[in-house]
């Protein structure tokens, strides 16, 4: 078993430990006022109750605050005085099991969004919250539920882990619908934060499937101009909610899974397919037409069929499968996230053998299929088995460059690469950075924290 492994397995074993705990006692921060009643433990073992303001409730786990002053560090604009100014101190960024208060998340919030010179920083920020930003990377990898449960599990635990928060999900018959909306309002931060939970749970399900949208209220986001840039997903605004979108596989058209899928042309024909669908799914109430569509994607509506010709399908066929599958009955028995699951278990395969050159025959014979049904499968959710493979090795390849002290010669071949060469270039075309320059800005950013 390598290194990462061991990590992994460790991590699920505490994790589980932790949601147990966490799942069976009383939470001590119920926030249903204005004021909220607490119960501290003073210095003479005595117990005693305060009116806490809701400023003063504990907000977020550390973990958030680490990653926010790691953006503002890559971006130029942290320095020491500015967690002074806020109340905060720097030793508390070293205590994992450490929460920022409410007033605390506020200020330096409103610092980074003062200074930041970047646009949609919160969506920005919320893609690096990851599973192991969550505390969710074990439990994710060694849970064998449908993916429904698991999705239930994962806010059931979030909800415990900030409790201010509301996580909200619903399960529809083509889709789940996560939401976000809080207790007491965070008046100006309300908006950067559900921007940032939203992008990250768009993050975590991305790993297993493009078939999401997601939706913001008119005040929490207006303007979406350029917001392709930033993050690859269907943006609606002016919902009555904010909320993420997962879309059940069997509800988009079946499309070939070519020989050349990864030619940069095929590729981007293929997402194109995957994006009208979602947009068609996130719009079943209107009567969408292909010209709405060209316009939509930006394009031509001749330059749209020409795409969708060259992918075997055309946009009435997509929108007719939909409409067929939206409007038949539901069996009992059927799971509608069964690829979904899929592609949760291929990942942790692939992660348990991250130094082997697994294969997709490899992968097909682990889990009792055929090639072409595993690519098929996985096409469904817009995915494919390489670009699984590759996440998975580069999501490793970047903790070790993070967290160990290991040469990057080893952790090219850790990570299944036969030589460092190949390992670097992989690495600087998938985060347009090498690796030895990632390891030197998070030790920089490091040594602010000391």
């Known amino acids: 078993m390598n290194v990462f492994s061991s990590l992994f397995l460790y991590q699920s074993s505490t994790l589980s430990a932790i949601i147990y705990a966490l799942t069976a006692n009383t939470l001590i921060f119920h926030s249903h006022t204005l004021y909220t009643r607490v119960t501290l433990l003073s210095d003479k073992n005595n117990m005693r109750s305060l009116t806490m303001n809701v400023n003063d409730l504990p907000f977020l786990p550390v973990v958030y605050l680490n990653k926010l002053v790691e953006v503002m560090a890559e971006e130029q604009i942290y320095n020491e005085d500015m967690l ?49 930003a969550h505390g969710l990377f074990g439990y994710v990898f060694t849970a064998r539920v449908p993916f429904r449960e ?20 619903r399960h529809e018959s083509n889709y789940i619908a996560i939401s976000v909306s809080y207790r007491h309002h965070l008046q100006e931060t309300e908006a950067f934060v559900t921007q940032v939970f939203l992008s990250s749970m768009y993050t975590l399900v991305a790993m297993v499937t493009k078939h999401c949208t997601l939706h913001f209220e008119s005040h929490v986001l207006s303007d979406t101009r350029g917001i392709e840039r930033f993050i690859n997903v269907p943006v609606e ?36 397919v995957v994006r009208i669908r979602t947009y068609l799914l996130s719009h079943t109430n209107l009567p969408i037409t292909i010209e709405d569509a060209a316009i939509h994607f930006h394009t031509s509506v001749k330059t749209l069929q020409q795409r969708l010709e060259a992918c075997g399908t055309s946009f009435n066929d997509i929108r007719l499968n939909l409409h067929q599958h939206t409007t038949s ?58 670009d699984i493979r590759l996440q998975v090795r580069m999501d490793a390849a970047t903790r070790y460059l993070k967290a160990s002290n290991l040469s990057i010669a080893r952790i090219s071949g850790v990570v299944g690469y036969s030589d460092q060469a190949s390992f670097t270039r992989a690495f600087q075309k998938w985060c347009g950075e090498t690796p030895d320059v990632v390891r030197k800005k998070h030790r920089q950013t490091t040594k602010h924290h000391e």
Not at 103 to 116: H, P, S
Not at 244 to 271: G, L, M
């Open 329 to 386: 009955p539901v069996m009992e028995q059927e799971d509608d996230f069964e690829d979904h699951s899929l592609a949760v278990r291929m990942r942790a395969y692939l992660l348990t053998q991250v130094d082997q050159p697994i294969s997709a025959e490899d992968a097909a014979q682990q889990f009792h299929m055929s090639v072409r049904t595993l690519r098929r499968r996985l096409a469904d959710l817009g995915m494919s088995f390489n």
């Open 237 to 272: 605004t002016g919902h009555h909610c904010n909320e993420i979108r997962i879309y059940a596989a069997k509800h988009s058209a079946q499309t070939p899974s070519p020989d050349k899928e990864d030619k940069a042309k095929n590729f981007n024909d293929h997402d194109l």
């Open 84 to 132: 002074k100014d806020c109340g905060i101190s720097g030793s508390v960024l070293t205590k994992p099991e450490a929460f920022v208060s409410v007033f605390q998340a506020r200020a330096i919030i409103n610092q980074y969004l003062d200074l930041t010179q970047q646009p949609f920083a919160g969506l920005r920020y919320g893609q690096r919250l990851d599973l192991m």
């Open 150 to 169: 698991l999705m239930t599990t994962i806010l059931h635990y979030l909800q415990v882990r900030i409790p201010l928060m509301v996580f909200t999900i």
